[in-house]
């Protein structure tokens, strides 16, 4: 069964079964297979995947016994420790003791505990890394060695595939028998080691070693049963139906199926214009594709077409008018070294002409040098943003070459021309309402957290590696006393964890109230999260003469639970957003590595705040639907605290200089609108507001999302 081909996967058909007040529900099939509403979403997929897949296990819960004292480091995963002792029970069938003690670190007793393992947010069935390090300071997670343990029951001797990684060194068994053992020190990747689980019917051990060195300290697995992508999405989409989540009734998540066998990490996503509407995505493999019959839902018959094939690691694509293509449109791309422009001069959805629009930016051959997009202005000009080398030296992230950590426009005849520097990770670039570009940056060396920033001609956003090849600098400007360069400070920081930890892409909001009350608002993705969130900013003018003006605003979360990292949106002209995914080097909380999903508004107005507005002595909210007084005017209603970020070469910052704000009072302005008194404003920090006690006119319903954090750089005169 290929998604090209499939017909009917979910068919009305059988005895009629009763819901809730009696209405009659016909039974459905998954294609062709009965499908029974469970007690949850997960014993449902479950009870699903063994009709197909034949194979059904009872995963025991995780447990965890760390953190052992461990001198040789991550790379020396040999050495046993007492708990290893336990394997010829494990081997032999017998039960194993999980109630002993040990000493650990420091000579501290520790004992196995359960580990609850977090959903990935839309409940599909992903699963977060295990952290070994929580609870212990920076200085207790370096030179040790953790070790986790898992049952796992079957009625019958089965296969199972799965996928796991660590970081850093690893050592599994099953049933007491090595099956893993990688003496590394490594970033995690939860698919480095793929395997099948041989299992005896009964109950079988899983055991897992995990050695640190410093940093991250963590261990993923995930099973590989898979379903064809077509028959998985009409199963989504059924889940979805029965088991909605608190957001699903207002935006919609539809999963467009993949071909079968085909690694769809998408890079770059567009779509084509009416009538022929097609998303268009590239993935990070080097093809193109063109997707038909992506509307429908759930979108059981899409027809994916190669339009091209042999790029490198392309990271964006946009569509240009083009008298030269046969459907109107030439397609952009930025490869690793240069800026391609592709067109389908005979129509049959194959790209006949590639011509290189512009290689000007220089690469050294790093692994980490990505180049994003492209995203065009209105003057017809194509920015381009050039990610840092990962060089760990005196930073994480450096320039080796020229053009590193910029952000570029080729205008139309060709030309490159440098715009910004100090750029660190900028994976997403968008437009604002007024036409000024911007870019998401994400945390690390000198960016203390995920943010979006305005690309100011000439302007300097803070990572320093690309000062040396700045006019008047050079490799020794620090020795020559040169200053840093006044930082364009971010028009909004996305607080990490709180907000994401990977800001990707930028979307601007022009669908005409076709996808909600947020016109003129931007949509940011992100990838680690696997969520898409929301921005609404404001533009100040100039402070004096010859000045940027100053941009400033809130984000608020917005979408969560994506298959897979949200890493590319584009809004087709029906007001629906196509989503873009994968997790590949950065993990994600999405059960999936790669996908394409469609999110929809379904007409339902959910209850938010629609905008936070700073004000001389406070700030103005204005919601999406009336609200009641009574709730909205109450200074109990509301917490505020604020926070900034410090600026320096270690990765990222902590939450600093953190104090409560005082809502002195609230107003009602008009039906939607509340005016905040708050007693001090900090310019140069993060407000994050909770709202929980907010309710809408009838005085029963909450808010949605209770949160929102405002980055004021400057506080409005009026």
Not at 388 to 397: C, K, N
């Amino acid at each position: 069964m290929t998604a090209r081909i499939l017909r009917a996967v979910i068919a009305a058909a059988g005895p009629a079964l009763l819901l809730p007040g009696g209405v009659a529900r016909a039974q459905v099939t998954i294609a062709g297979k009965p499908y029974t509403k469970l007690d949850t979403r997960q014993a449902t997929r479950e009870a699903v995947m063994k009709q197909f897949t034949g194979v059904s296990v009872r995963w025991g819960e995780w447990k965890m016994l760390a953190p052992f004292e461990h001198p040789g480091g991550a790379k020396d995963v040999a050495t046993p420790f007492p708990p290893e002792s336990q394997l010829e029970k494990m081997k032999a069938g017998a039960e194993i003791d999980l109630s002993a003690t040990y000493p650990g670190k420091d000579g501290k007793p520790i004992a196995w505990h359960t580990v609850t393992q977090q959903q990935d947010i839309g409940g599909l069935g992903g699963l977060k890394p295990l952290d070994f390090r929580a609870g212990l300071t920076p200085e207790q997670i370096r030179n040790q060695v953790g070790y986790l343990y898992r049952s796992l029951t079957v009625d019958a001797p089965a296969n199972v595939p799965v996928s796991m990684g660590s970081d850093d060194g690893l050592r599994a068994w099953l049933n007491g028998d090595l099956i893993v053992e990688s003496a590394t020190e490594t970033p995690l990747d939860p698919e480095a080691h793929q395997l099948v689980l041989k299992l005896r019917a009964g109950v079988n051990h899983l055991f897992i070693k995990v050695t640190q060195g410093g940093g991250e300290w963590e261990f993923q697995m995930a099973e590989r049963l898979g379903l064809d992508p077509a028959v998985e999405a009409a199963l989504d989409y059924q889940l979805d139906s029965d088991f909605p989540d608190a957001e699903s009734k207002y935006y919609r998540i539809i999963t467009v199926p993949t071909p079968p066998g085909e690694v769809v990490e998408v890079g770059g996503l567009a779509v084509m214009p009416a009538p022929d509407r097609r998303p268009i995505l590239s993935t990070r493999r080097g093809d193109i594709f063109l997707v038909g019959n992506a509307y429908e839902e759930p979108p059981l018959k899409t027809a994916w077409t190669r339009f091209a094939t042999g790029l490198q690691e392309p990271l964006g694509v946009a569509l240009r008018p083009d008298k030269s293509a046969k459907g109107g449109v030439a397609v952009y791309s930025a490869q690793r070294s240069e800026l391609t422009k592709m067109v389908d001069t005979d129509g049959d959805d194959v790209a006949d002409a590639l011509e290189t629009y512009c290689a000007d930016w220089v690469i050294s051959g790093n692994y980490h040098e990505y180049a994003f997009g492209p995203k065009f202005d209105r003057e017809g000009n194509a920015w381009v943003t050039l990610n840092l080398a990962h060089t760990g030296g005196e930073t994480v992230m450096g320039a080796t070459v020229p053009t590193r950590g910029c952000a570029v426009k080729i205008t139309p005849d060709g030309v490159l021309h440098k715009v910004a520097d100090g750029l660190r990770s900028p994976d997403g670039i968008g437009m604002f309402s007024d036409g000024q570009m911007f870019y998401t940056d994400n945390q690390g060396d000198y960016v203390g957290t995920n943010k979006l920033s305005p690309l100011f001609q000439d302007s300097f956003h803070g990572h320093q590696a690309s000062l040396k090849f700045r006019e008047g600098y050079g490799p020794d400007w620090r020795k020559d006393g040169k200053p840093v360069p006044e930082r364009v400070l971010p028009a909004v920081w996305f607080p990490y964890q709180k907000m994401g930890q990977s800001a990707s892409d930028i979307l601007l909001n022009e669908t005409g109230g076709r996808f909600g009350p947020f016109d003129g608002q931007l949509f940011i993705g992100d990838q680690t999260h696997a969520t898409v969130m929301r921005v609404f900013l404001e533009k100040l003018g100039p402070e004096n003469p010859g000045d940027h003006p100053t941009y400033q605003g809130a984000c608020f979360p917005f979408r969560q639970g994506f298959a897979s990292g949200v890493h590319r949106l584009a809004f087709s002209d029906d007001g629906s957003m196509f989503v873009g995914m994968t997790d590949r080097g950065w993990g994600s909380t999405g059960p999936k590595r790669f996908g394409l999903q469609r999110l929809k508004w379904t007409g339902q107005v959910p209850l938010e705040i629609k905008q936070m507005r700073a004000r001389p002595d406070g700030f103005d909210l204005e919601f999406t639907r009336d609200v009641d007084p009574a709730s909205a005017t109450s200074p109990a209603s509301y917490t505020m605290i604020s926070y900034t970020y410090e600026y320096h070469p270690d990765y990222g910052s902590a939450e600093m200089d953190s104090k409560p704000q005082t809502i002195v009072a609230a107003t009602l302005v008009d039906p939607k609108t509340v005016h905040l008194a708050v007693g001090t404003l900090r310019v140069g920090y993060v407000h994050e507001l909770d709202a929980p006690g907010v309710r809408d006119k009838g005085g029963a319903e909450p808010l949605l999302h209770s949160r929102a954090y405002y980055t004021l750089e400057r506080i409005p005169a009026r």
